[in-house]
């Protein structure tokens, strides 16, 4: 099977630029996260989807981060403009999110994420 | 919210030693997750745990979730080159969320 596709692996903009990273769930994967990790913390999320629908977005600074999931598979999140503290590690994440009487296990299935680098 | 804290930030063992690393939730947990992640690399699930004072073994790995089910720990037996990476912690970020807290991790150093 297939794992969690990201790209690019890296990317190094200067500030006020703007970015976008893909991601490519596992397939049959409803369930998609963004995260952000700096350096020396643990992921953040930043926004999560259902299929094609937002659930979460509460941490997604709204004010420059963007992300869409259209057909219910792939997404891009977009950052217009970057600012220097936005320098991470995003990771995509996928759940197949078992519901009925099956424990959801919630277990998440991480890409190799981007390295942005904001200058 | 829910908060998820780690000890250690930071371990360094010389190999052969064993290690611990220990997780604690401000709210009870429905079940507490571990991943590694390794240099460069992304978290990878490691185990899952569910009940109350529940212990799972994985070859030399052993995981506990506490009775009040607000705490957990990781204990590596014989620490090998290999396990070198973080070791996160992470708990549904509400009530039956499907959003995980991670923790901030315990990076683990082996010294051959």
């Known amino acids: 099977e297939a794992g969690v596709a990201q790209s690019p692996r890296y990317k190094i903009i200067e500030k006020r630029q703007s970015v976008a990273f893909w991601c490519n769930p596992i397939?049959?994967?409803?369930?998609l996260y963004w995260y952000q990790q700096i350096l020396g913390q643990g992921p953040k999320l930043l926004i999560q989807f259902q299929n094609n629908g937002v659930v979460d977005d509460s941490q997604l600074p709204k004010d420059r981060f963007s992300a869409e999931r259209l057909k219910g598979v792939d997404s891009t999140l977009k950052i217009q403009p970057a600012k220097l503290e936005d320098s991470a590690v995003y990771l995509c994440?996928?759940?197949?999110?078992?519901?009925?009487?099956?424990?959801?296990?919630?277990?998440?299935?991480f890409g190799a994420g981007t390295r942005l680098s904001v200058l | 919210g829910q908060q998820v804290m780690q000890i250690p930030q930071y371990q360094h063992v010389q190999e052969g030693e064993d290690f611990t690393t220990y997780c604690n939730s401000s709210t009870t947990l429905s079940n507490i997750q571990w991943y590694k992640q390794r240099p460069g690399g992304h978290p990878v699930f490691l185990i899952q745990l569910v009940k109350s004072g529940e212990v799972k073994k994985q070859k030399r790995l052993t995981f506990q979730f506490g009775e009040a089910k607000k705490n957990s720990s990781l204990h590596i037996t014989a620490t090998q080159t290999t396990d070198v990476g973080t070791y996160f912690c992470?708990?549904?970020?509400?009530?039956?969320?499907?959003?995980?807290?991670f923790g901030k991790g315990t990076k683990l150093s082996v010294i051959p």
């Open positions: 397939s049959g994967h409803a369930t």
């Open positions: 994440a996928s759940s197949p999110r078992l519901s009925g009487s099956v424990e959801p296990k919630n277990i998440q299935y």
């Open positions: 992470a708990g549904p970020s509400g009530a039956g969320s499907y959003q995980l807290t």
